[in-house]
Structures are given as structure tokens and as C-alpha cells.
């Protein structure tokens, strides 16, 4: 599958695709004439490094574990454990920006309050 069909398959620009392969996420196999060969295999981790980046996941963290991952060299109760430190450390993210909408929230509530 072309970088195109990717990213038309995902929602991800070929951009995003393209450096994600830079940034070691994932080692894309070449056809004959140079360019990336999308596969189904490399597919399924797409969708899964797109969606811990988003969450917050480092870099060097998801680099770590994807290479695992695509290894076999991790077993089911590590990668447990990874997605949910991912998910607290989301979570924390959340919460933290739940604490400035309060805040927010309470100054505009006061300011109301004070221009009546």
C-alpha cells in the first residue's frame, strides 16, 4: 500500500506518516523502485502510535516499546502496563486541565457576579 492509500486509510497525512518513519517508529519495508511499502502488519502500529502520541506518550518511550512490540519481545501483562501508564499519565493531563477550567470558571463567575 502507497504512503497515499495510508494515509487516506487512517485519516493521517502522508506528512505524519513520513515522520513517524523518521522518527524510528516503525522500519517501512521498500518495493523494488524505492518507495514504502505500507503493509497490513505496519498498519495495525500506525493507528497505535498515532493514538499514544496524541494521549502524550515521549517519543523515545513509544520508540522503546514499538520496537518491542513489532519484536514479540514483550509479553501481554508489559504491554498492560505500558498502556496504563499511558492512560494515567492522560488521565493527570485531564484532570490538571479540568483544575484551570474551575479556575476559569470561578473568575468569570466573580466577574459576573461583580457587574451586576
Known amino acids: ?3 497515499t492509500e495510508a494515509s487516506e486509510k487512517f485519516g493521517i497525512a502522508p506528512e505524519k506518516l513520513h515522520d513517524y518513519e523518521v522518527q524510528g517508529f516503525f522500519d517501512c519495508r521498500k518495493k523494488p523502485d524505492g518507495t514504502i511499502d505500507y503493509c497490513k502488519e505496519l498498519l495495525d502500529y500506525v493507528g497505535i502510535i498515532n493514538l499514544l502520541l496524541e494521549a502524550g506518550a515521549s517519543a523515545d518511550t513509544l520508540r522503546s516499546f ?46 459576573t457576579k461583580e457587574s451586576d
Open 1 to 3: 500500500m502507497t504512503i
Open 66 to 111: 514499538l520496537l518491542r512490540l513489532m519484536q514479540n519481545g514483550i509479553s501481554t501483562e508489559e504491554k498492560l502496563k505500558f498502556l496504563r501508564c499511558q492512560r494515567l499519565r492522560l488521565l493527570d493531563t485531564i484532570h490538571a486541565k479540568q483544575e484551570l477550567l474551575d479556575q476559569l470558571d470561578f473568575i468569570i463567575f466573580k466577574e
